[in-house]
């Protein structure tokens, strides 16, 4: 999921600031670079001589890849406040669209732990009224892309806190750079009233962080180290250089990927220039999912072109009553099929099969092709529209 394909305003950062220095310079503090975390826990310092590439990292409240300077596009991360934000909205959000926002039962899970463990936070107490704002108000979707713009919690806390100093209004900043972080927020934000709900739901993550989440991400994240350094493995020697003149032609030529415990085959995307572009991907549970993060990848780097086929092969009417939605929905689905046809087809079956499991249908045991055009169903102009951006787009034209 990405801005433009919902139709959620473009967050107005300015193209003139890394998203990176506009909150430095914004908080009062010097521009870091990304964390790159060794044996424990580094400094924003960037990576020790003699790092080498491919060696797992051990988890931390910021997991990077260990890297060496020949390695260093597309680098995939973990940090946990973005998990925190999309949790909050996991606990809080109807999930019963096609595609779901979130893992599939993931609430469930996270109750089953909650109640084990005997835990109960503010985001508990505040759930029903916080929810009923949410169903009333279904435009705070796109709140849940805002911490893909920070990179630790402490950072996007400040930036909330310069937000409600300016009461939402940009232009009684401080600074431009402050100016940008407020309109960013206020773009997810604009009503007095959302405002409110966010300070209440700021607060309840808080308290969820110190008496949750916190411990629970790191232990889950470090159960799942396994899996994660298979995924990137396979991610810096298989499939990283074969979508490099896709990710070129689109202008996506650097970036992370952020693995989501949250997230399953939604992820979430959003692109500030040509070499800052943060897709948050499903953190694999195990050896045998490694292939998700990819999947989600794909299906996320597809949305913008199969947006552009969608919008060329409907009509006014269709996009005025929702149906362009839908149908933008179904074709990043099979735009990212069509990428994995062009750089691993042996993955295709997979892909196909990983998807029918996130839409809740009966996955075959044969061949899941038709199964999968079924339930991911386009008019033949929209489906061929798609193949032919893809196609354009892996061609250099």
């Known amino acids: ?29 010097a521009p870091q670079g990304p964390v790159l975390v060794e044996a424990t826990p580094a400094p ?29 596009t597309w680098r995939v991360y973990a940090r946990e406040h973005v998990d925190l934000w999309l949790h909050g ?9 096609l595609v779901p926002y979130f893992r599939p039962g993931y609430r469930t899970h996270i109750e089953a732990v ?14 029903e009224r916080l929810s009923s704002y949410i169903d009333a108000n279904p435009r705070l ?38 100016a940008q972080v407020v309109a960013t927020f206020a773009a997810s934000f604009p009503q007095r009233r959302d405002r409110e709900w966010a300070r209440s739901f700021v607060h309840a993550l808080d308290d969820e962080r110190t008496r949750f989440y916190g411990e629970y991400w790191l232990a889950e994240t470090r159960a799942r180290e396994g899996a994660r350094t298979t995924f990137e493995l396979a991610w810096r020697t298989r499939f990283r250089g074969r979508l490099e003149r896709f990710l070129t032609n689109v202008q996506e030529d650097d970036g992370e990927v952020l693995l989501s415990l949250t997230l399953g085959g939604e992820g979430r995307t959003v692109s500030v220039n040509r070499r800052e572009n943060y897709v948050a991907v499903p953190f694999p549970d195990d050896d045998a999912a490694a292939n998700e993060p990819v999947f989600v990848f794909l299906h996320e780097i597809a949305g913008a072109p199969s947006a552009v086929a969608v ?29 994995l046809a062009h750089v691993a087809p042996d993955l295709v079956p997979e892909y196909q099969r ?16 038709s199964a ?24 250099g034209i």
């Open 141 to 178: 979707i796109s709140a849940q892309f805002l911490p893909l713009y920070f990179q630790t919690w402490e950072e996007m806390r400040e930036g909330f806190d310069l937000f409600l100093s300016a009461d939402g209004n940009p232009r009684r900043a401080r600074d431009q750079a402050s």
């Open 311 to 339: 919008r060329d092969q409907t009509t006014p009417a269709e996009q005025r009553d929702g149906t362009a939605d839908r149908y933008a929905s179904l074709a990043a689905v099979r735009g990212g099929a069509i990428i």
């Open 89 to 97: 909205f996991a606990m809080l959000q109807a999930d019963s669209t």
């Open 44 to 72: 924003n310092t960037g990576p020790p001589p003699g790092t080498i590439a491919g060696t797992p990292a051990a988890p931390g409240k910021d997991m990077g890849t260990r890297t060496s300077a020949r390695d260093m």
């Open 1 to 29: 999921m990405s801005l433009s394909i919902v139709g959620i305003p473009e967050v107005p950062l300015s193209k003139r600031w890394g998203r990176s220095m506009l909150v430095a310079l914004a908080l009062g503090c």
């Open 372 to 395: 999968f055009e079924r339930s991911f169903s386009l008019p033949d102009a929209v489906r061929d529209a798609v193949a032919r951006q893809i196609d354009i787009i892996l061609g």
């Open 354 to 369: 990983y998807y029918l499991r996130i839409a809740r249908a009966r996955v075959p045991d044969g061949d899941p092709t």
């Open 114 to 127: 909650r109640r084990e463990r005997r835990v109960t936070t503010t985001l508990d107490a505040s759930r």
